[in-house]
């Protein structure tokens, strides 16, 4: 699993970028479940994640309302199938309003970019 770990912090909150290839919902737990053996990433407020499959998109918001679906559309813009992208963030106790979701974008451009090289 490819993980951008301190890619963006606001407001005290911090955000990380993992993923992999996933071509289920049953992989895609096993690789959270793989993710959060490291006990920062088990501590994080929100684990958010999105994967495109044969058999239809798949997204849990893991409590950070709206992000699953941010996620699925820039992996759909990307063309990016069968790849599971976890968002990753820790909760710095201030609001961060709409600029989460640009936060999501941001950390799944970046992930994008460092897997094209």
């Known amino acids: 699993m490819l993980t951008l770990d301190n890619i963006i912090s606001d407001r005290g909150s911090r955000y990380a970028v993992s993923g992999a290839p996933c071509h289920s919902a049953a992989e895609a737990t096993a690789l959270l479940t793989e993710l959060k053996r490291h006990r920062k990433f088990a501590k994080a407020t929100h684990n958010t994640w999105g994967l495109l499959t044969a058999g239809g998109p798949l997204k849990n918001d893991d409590g950070e309302s709206g992000a699953g679906m941010v996620i699925l559309r820039m992996l759909e813009r990307a063309e990016l199938r069968d ?15 709409g600029d989460r979701f640009r936060h999501v974008q941001e950390a799944v451009r970046l992930y994008l970019a460092a897997l094209s090289g």
Do not use: Q
């Open 83 to 97: 790849h599971l992208i976890v968002v990753t963030r820790w909760y710095g106790g201030k609001h961060l309003g």
